[in-house]
Nanobody, 120 residues
């Protein structure tokens, strides 16, 4: 299973960006999909996650500004980021728990990071 991330970039404070993470390969089922972020010198932070049924949970720091959603038919998770702040600057990573067949266990997969920079 491969996770391809796209959508990072640079934006001014108050701006918006949308991240996408598309899963491909031999996929039977994807359970939770998550977005993490990491700033140099700090631990990776869980930003938001969403269940296969669409139930979403957010870190307090992004509640009301970020929205995670997924398209199960496309095996893709998105994160709409609005009202961006300089402290949102980080490398963002996609993560998913997926099974490759009916009988296989869920395994964790990571996508490559994408830089999000919020600066005036």
């Amino acid at each position: 299973v491969q996770l391809q991330v796209s959508g990072g970039g640079s934006v001014q404070p108050g701006g918006s960006l949308r991240l996408s993470c598309a899963a491909s390969g031999s996929i039977f089922h994807i359970a939770f999909m998550r977005w993490y972020r990491q700033v140099p010198g700090k631990q990776r932070e869980l930003v938001a996650f969403i269940s296969s049924g669409g139930s979403a949970t957010y870190a307090d720091s992004v509640k009301g500004r970020f929205t995670i959603f997924r398209d199960n038919a496309k095996s893709t998770v998105y994160m709409q980021m609005n009202s961006l702040k300089p402290e949102d600057t980080a490398v963002y990573y996609c993560n998913a728990d997926a099974a490759t067949s009916y009988s296989s266990i869920l395994e964790e997969y990571w996508g490559q990071g994408t830089q999000v920079t919020v600066s005036s």
